[in-house]
Nanobody, 119 residues
Framework: QVQIVESGGGLVQPGGSLRLSCAAS????????MTWYRQTPEKQRDLVAS???????TYADSVKGRFTISRDNAKNTVYLQMNSLNSEDTAVYYC?????????????WGQGTQVTVSS
C-alpha cells in the first residue's frame, strides 16, 4: 500500500501562483510514475502533468508554459508549480501513483486538494 499526502491547495487571485506537493510513502518512490490530474466543478477529470522515474515530463496543452512538474526522490515528493493561474484552473487536484509489480501495475490516488482561482 502506498499512502499519499497532498498539500498546497488554496485560494489564489488570477495571475497568481501556487505550488502543490504530493508525498508518497514507500522505499520505491524513485520507480513511481507520478501524475497530477484535476477535476473541475463540472466533474470532468483531466491529466494535468506527469513525470516518469527518469524525469521525463508531459503536460496538458492548457497548462504548457505555466505549470512545471518536478520530483525530489530524496523526499519522496512530487511538486506542481502553477503560475499565471486563471479561473479555468479551478479544480480539485489529485495526485496519482503508478508502478509495475509482479502481477501487473499498481495505482493509487490521493484525496485531492482544492485550488480556487478567483478575484
Amino acid at each position: 500500500q502506498v499512502q499519499i499526502v497532498e498539500s498546497g491547495g488554496g485560494l489564489v487571485q488570477p495571475g497568481g501562483s501556487l505550488r502543490l506537493s504530493c508525498a508518497a510513502s514507500g522505499n520505491a518512490f524513485r520507480f513511481f510514475h507520478m501524475t497530477w490530474y484535476r477535476q473541475t466543478p463540472e466533474k470532468q477529470r483531466d491529466l494535468v502533468a506527469s513525470i516518469t522515474p527518469g524525469g521525463g515530463t508531459t503536460y496538458a496543452d492548457s497548462v504548457k508554459g505555466r505549470f512545471t512538474i518536478s520530483r525530489d526522490n530524496a523526499k519522496n515528493t512530487v511538486y506542481l508549480q502553477m503560475n499565471s493561474l486563471n479561473s479555468e484552473d479551478t479544480a480539485v487536484y489529485y495526485c496519482n501513483v503508478k508502478y509495475g509489480g509482479s502481477f501487473g501495475t499498481y495505482e493509487y490516488w490521493g484525496q485531492g486538494t482544492q485550488v480556487t482561482v478567483s478575484s
